[in-house]
């Protein structure tokens, strides 16, 4: 059975840093990109960041660039997305999800859910 | 950017009568390599999201028949034919033909 399952949520103070980390089972991780998406409270999703299968692209939502990074250790299947300089308007539930475009295989995780607040 | 605009953004339906989500991009969504990158998202309360369709009119595994996806360019829509009570529930469109990757604001179908 294909999972995604996020861990790293927590509430932190504005300007603080997260890492949220997400462990892939079921699948072939290393062959696929892997993506976070974040919805704020009673909001609609937002794409946040995509990693290549291999690690060597990345890209951002113009407004997460250059404070969060997003990584991955195909080694441990695990996909991560380190948060520094976290403002209030950063809180969400933040999902891990492996899609594809031209295939039918998409998943999500559950996600966590990040607070930033004083 | 590529907006994407979604009309309406809430949908009240019948049991066992169609429905209609349409979105419309600010931008063509057909890719240098000849695909449109559109999608649909379905949202059930309280659950994460899911995808319904890919590149426009592909159904994801297990999707239902009664979901279909049509359009082309910048104008797309999504389609129920008999809207079932496990419908209900935020509906997005998203594009990935172009980073940023973008989302509809959402359409709320209730019963």
């Known amino acids: 059975e294909v999972q995604l399952v996020e861990s790293g949520g927590d509430l932190v103070q504005p300007g603080g840093s997260l890492r949220l980390s997400c462990t892939a089972s079921?699948?072939?991780?290393?062959?696929?990109?892997m993506t976070w998406v974040r919805q704020a409270p009673e909001k609609g999703l937002e794409w946040v960041a995509t990693?290549?299968?291999?690690?060597?692209?990345?890209y951002y939502v113009d407004s997460v660039r250059g404070r969060f990074t997003v990584s991955r250790d195909n080694a441990k299947s695990s996909l991560y997305l380190q948060m520094n300089s976290l403002r209030a308007e950063d809180t969400a539930l933040y999902y891990c999800?492996?899609?594809?475009?031209?295939?039918?295989?998409?998943?999500w995780g559950q996600g966590a859910l990040v607070t930033v607040s004083p | 950017d590529a907006v994407m605009t979604q009309s309406p953004l809430s949908l009240p339906v019948t049991l066992g009568q169609p429905a209609s989500i349409s979105c419309r991009s600010s931008?063509?969504?057909?890719?240098?390599?000849?695909?449109?990158?559109l999608n649909w998202i379905q949202q059930r309360p309280g659950q994460s999201p899911r995808r319904l369709i890919y590149?426009?009119?592909n159904r994801d595994s297990g999707v239902p028949d009664r979901f279909s996806g049509s359009g082309s360019g910048t104008d797309f829509t999504l389609k129920i034919s008999r809207v079932e009570a496990e419908d209900v529930g935020v509906y997005y469109c998203?594009?990935?033909?172009?980073?940023?990757?973008?989302f509809g604001q959402g359409t709320n179908v209730e019963i």
């Open positions: 079921g699948f072939s991780f290393s062959t696929y990109w």
């Open positions: 590149t426009v009119s």
């Open positions: 998203m594009q990935n033909t172009h980073w940023p990757w973008t």
């Open positions: 999800l492996c899609t594809t475009r031209r295939s039918s295989f998409d998943r």
């Open positions: 931008q063509s969504l057909v890719s240098s390599d000849g695909n449109t990158y």
């Open positions: 990693i290549k299968n291999d690690g060597t692209d990345k």
